[in-house]
């Protein structure tokens, strides 16, 4: 059975694009001046983009900004992606450290329907909190669902597929605790 995926033109759909268009523009304003202005530019588009300094890699791919809350002074590495399909199901803390190529999503594929193709049976979101002071590694993965604690460290290369506890140290696929800061 062949079903065909069609592209409708409505308000959101637009909206996306054009967002596409905007932040691969500004994808490729190098430096750390590059960083911050387009932290200043998503501050001025999105208000749920609150904290002043906040720093935004470049490169960066962010799915529906205007659904993610974001605090003062953190950072998003370079080539990280975000996804969050619903507004507030995505929240970043203040001074969190994302490493580059990072992911992150809130984002899951329906997949219950047997008889449809996955990619037509639409999306569904799982809230992900990053709390204040958390630094995460780079290429890490933090999947739907997780909150990441007060003061936590994600190592490098790990997948977060449960929450994690405020100071605490996780690592690995799946993400374990290996101690308390």
Known sequence: MSMKKTYK???????????????????????????????????LLFQNF?????????FVRIT??????????????????ISCIKPGDLIIGSNVMISPYCMITATIHNFNDKNIPIQLQGLSSKKIVIDDDVWIGGKSIILPGVTIGKGSIVAAGSVVTKDVPSFSIVGGVPAKILKYR
């Open 9 to 43: 033109l409505n308000f959101t759909n637009i909206k996306k694009e054009a967002w596409a268009w905007l932040e691969t523009f500004v994808g490729f304003i190098p430096g750390k001046s590059g960083n911050y202005f387009r932290g200043y530019l998503y501050g």
């Open 50 to 58: 609150r904290g002043k300094g906040i720093s935004i890699g470049q």
């Open 64 to 81: 529906y900004p205007w659904n993610i809350i974001i605090d003062k002074y953190s950072h998003i590495g370079l080539n990280t992606q």
